[in-house]
């Protein structure tokens, strides 16, 4: 008997072990989404509720739909990879009528078997209580029944709908839950978060503020045309002097008063807690990086000249996965020559690179972090002269760039120092007459946050420890431009993903070169991948 209970036991763990080796065991842990929500609950203000709807599943084509991919948001504080959920997060403990405490509720897919056997398996109810650590886990149908009047909360917060979701099969898809809370919190027909915003701007403004508030409101106008129909929002912005703009602000706060549906506190709340990663996001972060450096390095082995675009491609996205990587963290950019002057150039169609220069904009996403590194090399593996005059400009750029992306400087300081550059570098050459023309060949900004998102979430205020970002300078010339032509079609953007602590930066794709001498140098290795040949086809 012992001996039977004693191999069953044998068999058992030797079955878990494999399993535990099928699927990777480095995800962010449920600790990590705990503590996440714990920290939102300590930004919140008194008496309010967060509530967050999992990402959308959208269609690509006839009944096939894109590869479903999480709300970062909702992944960040759940980890759950599914559609058709929401969580609440409550500032304070609730009661359920059987006078049970909470603070959070999530409502999830409910397991259905012929689903899974088609579209793969779902967590559930079990799964999410085991798994992810929820306490209080639901149904998705049981949403409509949720006993929480949210008219008892001074502020209910969330992310407003974006009218891309479709109502599919059932009564718990997203469409229904996103149904079911406009109908418990008073959505109103006309709720527009922007317009909130704009209201924000000008309640939270003082009087002597406020003329230069209301040119910047104008500038918004200008851009969301619906919005001038609001009669408070073009008074303020058209408004002669500071005492109509006084009377108009009292007004506002009325109508603010008037709801507890807000858009703004959410928003805040995940800029701020995303902006700075903890040590369990960096290590994926990293690796994420890495990844995406090695991509580069294997492309620099085994580029040449009858190489095309999208083999490029698909050498990088190889090694991504060759590491686990899921995804892309965006559409794949490589643009040989001028290809490389569409600064999101993702059709990548170009059969021969030749000896253009080959702009590569790739990132790996790990377990849902992304890098963002960019490199441009020479197809031929040696960079012409005019070709290495504009690259070891954009390469100083970046270096000033980085040098400043310190604790405490100004999100602005990567960009301000990389404009300066290349304005000084394009006057030297004689391709603008005037600093004041280096935006037509620079015409992006030089950093963004990185993580979750490609473009990550952030406040844009000083630099803080342990925050990353991208520090991507470049020049692009479009043949055609008014300048000698010896410089048409030559794109060159470096892009490098920069760790900023009370160090100093750290670059964590240093792993790619960057000077066109390293370039040159890893172009001579041979690669593995020049001996993959492949039968020709008709
Ligand atoms: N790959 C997108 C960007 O560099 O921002
Ligand atoms: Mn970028
Ligand atoms: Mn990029």
Known sequence: MFKNILSLGIILFVVLEINAQETPSDYLTAEFHTLRREKVREMMPTNSVLVFFANAERNRANDVDYIYHQDPDFYYLTGYKEPNAVLLIFSENQKDASGKVFNELIYVQERDPLAEQWNGKRLGVAGVKGQLGFDMVYNGSEFANLSIDFSTFDKVSFFDFKNDYRDKQGNADLFDLIKAFKIKSNYPTDYNA???????????????????????????????????????????????????????????????????LDSSIIAEIMDKLRETKTE???????????????GQVEIMKAMHPNMSESEIQGVHEYIYKRYGAEYEGYPSIVGGGNNGCILHYIENNKTKVATDLVLMDLGAEYHGYTADVTRTIPANGTFSKE??????????????????????????????????????????????????????YFPHGTSHYLGLDVHDKGTYGDFKPNTVITVEPGIYIPEGSACDEKWWGIAVRIEDDILITEDGPINLSAMAPRTTEAIEAMMKITSPLDEFKLPGLD
Do not use: C, H, W
């Not at 000033?400 to 120092?417: K, N, Q, T």
């Open 194 to 260: 922007t317009k909130q915003q704009l209201y924000k701007m000008i309640t939270s403004t003082d009087v002597e503020n406020s003329a230069n508030v209301a040119q910047t409101l104008g500038r918004y106008l200008n851009n969301y045309p619906n919005l001038q129909e609001d009669e408070l929002l073009s008074n303020f912005v058209n408004a002669p002097d500071q005492e109509l703009r006084k009377e108009i602000k009292e007004k506002v706060l009325l109508v603010q008063k008037s709801t507890n």
């Open 280 to 294: 369990e996001e960096l290590k994926l972060l990293k690796k994420a990086i890495e990844i995406s450096a090695v």
């Open 387 to 440: 070709q290495k005059a504009i690259y070891d400009i954009v390469y100083n750029a970046q270096e000033a760039g980085i040098a400043v992306s310190v604790v405490g400087a100004s999100f602005r300081a990567p960009g301000e120092a990389a404009i300066k550059v290349v304005a000084d570098g394009l006057l030297k050459l004689g391709i603008i007459k005037d600093i004041s023309e280096a935006r037509t």
